[in-house]
């Protein structure tokens, strides 16, 4: 098994593609040890001094570090990676993957045409680019014309994710959707 590994704009994030499927149609991202209790592979990979965060993403797993260096962690990562695949083991316990729940989604009733192009732009236009560099970007919210979105996987905590918002999703947004004039991670 050969497990690729690539820089993502996140120098704190390091995108592992072990080129087997990890979530079909699904992401996971957690924070600690504690959150990824449904997840052997995660848990095994915050058994790595200096693991912050794991993402889960289709075909890809994520890794954040934190005080730690990657030529001291990529080692144990890699070789972790490949025992979880050569083990057989589920990547989440219990029933299949399935979509992340997308929590609590707040807009005005009568926004819903608008929220429905927002998602729509974000699901074919924006993901799909995010992806490749080993995060996601979800809807949250619409109000007053702003769009809320949460950053995942190498997009949170990313230096270059305010320039990512601004300059390009909000550009991107404010063209196909006049209602929109401003876009805020949260």
């Not at 990547?91 to 929220?115: C, I, M, Q, R």
């Not at 927002?118 to 680019?129: G, W």
């Not at 007053?144 to 990512?164: I, Q």
């Amino acid at each position: 098994m050969f497990i690729q590994t690539e820089a993502t704009p996140n120098p704190a994030t390091l995108k592992f593609l072990p080129g087997k499927p990890v979530l079909p149609g699904g992401t996971r991202d957690y924070r600690d040890a504690a959150a990824a209790s449904e997840s052997p592979l995660a848990q095994k990979l915050f058994s790595v001094n200096g693991v912050a965060g794991v993402f889960l993403g289709q075909d890809f797993i994520t890794v954040t570090r934190s005080g730690a260096e990657w030529q001291h962690m990529k080692p144990a990562i890699l070789g972790l990676i490949m025992d979880h695949y050569l083990s057989g083991a589920p990547v989440l316990l219990g029933e299949a993957p399935k979509a992340e729940a997308k929590g609590e989604e707040f807009f005005e009733e009568g926004d819903a045409e608008v929220v429905g192009t927002i998602k729509q732009l974000l699901d074919t236009r924006v993901r799909p680019a995010v992806a490749q560099d080993g995060g996601d970007i979800t809807f949250h919210g619409f109000r007053e014309g702003v769009v809320y979105l949460n950053m995942k996987g190498s997009c949170a905590g990313c230096p270059s994710s305010t320039a990512t918002l601004k300059h390009g999703i909000e550009n991107l947004l404010r063209h196909f959707v006049p209602e929109v004039s401003e876009v805020r991670a949260v």
